[in-house]
């Protein structure tokens, strides 16, 4: 996959894939499919748009971060199989922008086909919708999908919707809505080696304060290290028996023995396992991760 930026895109024909794919859930992999189709019906290239940065963040709504940063988003788009993305950075001229002119800019591409969803808005205020852009379209001779809503229990399945279930630990049904196991990415640092006291060592992750971080607690979840898939239990929080209240993401990764500090690793959340607990010493802890191990290895 090509990663190109928006504004300075050359002239291949394309089916274009509009929104904003912060974390290509299930309602994302369904419009992205039927760009795909239609790029190879029409004998052109499939292209996604998104954003590099938060526009949260641009509206001043710091609390809001992301699902996947822009580099993450990118890795489940070329996993997918699109050969295009493009780029645009959300600032005051994209948000300043009319719809008029969101749609010039649009139509400058050699575009082939859109596809978008029915919820899609554009231009200053929003003001432009899946319906004026269907007929834009029109007029231009260029055919345009709107794909309709997908749900889960009765709600819409969204981005806030997934972002609030990782925010509450509920990583069981933010998989189902996002079509694969959450992950979260991070450098492996030297850490404390705590773990290795309690016959558990763990890698520990540096926060990505760019995206979301799980609610606290221990959950089991997986790692994929040259091209072998290990079991881990993955403990999202502070070391509260230990009188640490620095927040990390740490794993104990099942029957692995080797040295990952430096090295980016993506990990794989499967389930919520329990909350964090104060021990009355590391024979209890110890005792505890046992178990916690035991339930990892069932996935």
Request: proline fraction near 2%; charged fraction near 20%.
């Amino acid at each position: 996959m090509k990663i190109c930026q928006f504004d300075s895109f050359n002239n291949e024909s394309i089916v274009l894939a509009l929104g904003f794919f912060e974390c290509i859930h299930i309602g994302h992999r369904e419009l992205l499919s039927v760009c795909q189709q239609k790029a190879k019906n029409l004998q052109s290239k499939s292209a996604c748009f998104t954003f590099d940065n938060n526009p949260q963040q641009f509206f001043g709504n710091n609390s809001r971060k992301l699902i996947y940063d822009f580099d993450e988003r990118c890795v489940v788009l070329n996993n997918l199989g699109m050969d295009y993305t493009l780029y645009q950075r959300f600032d005051k001229n994209f948000c300043s922008m009319s719809a008029e002119d969101f749609l010039k800019n649009l139509f400058r591409l050699n575009i082939k086909g859109i596809v978008c969803g029915f919820d899609f808005s554009y231009g200053k205020n929003a003001v432009g919708n899946a319906i004026s852009l269907l007929e834009a379209c029109k007029r231009q001779n260029i055919p345009c999908d709107i794909i309709e809503e997908v749900s889960l229990k009765g709600k819409k399945v969204s981005s806030s919707l997934i972002y609030d279930c990782i925010n509450k630990g509920n990583i069981c049904d933010a998989n189902i809505m996002l079509g694969e196991k959450y992950r979260y990415v991070g450098i492996v640092d030297g850490g404390k080696k705590v773990g290795r006291t309690l016959g558990f060592p763990t890698i520990n992750l540096s926060l990505n304060n760019d995206v979301v971080t799980p609610n606290y607690g221990v959950y089991s979840g997986e790692i994929v290290f040259s091209d072998k898939l290990y079991n881990a239990v993955i403990n999202v929080g502070t070391r509260p028996t230990f009188n640490d209240n620095n927040s990390l993401i740490e794993a104990h990764i099942i029957g692995f023995n080797g040295d990952l500090y430096g090295q980016s690793i993506r990990l794989f959340f499967n389930r919520f396992i329990r909350k964090q607990k104060v021990f009355v010493d590391k024979e209890q802890l110890s005792k505890q991760i046992y178990k916690d191990v035991l339930e990892a290895k069932n996935g």
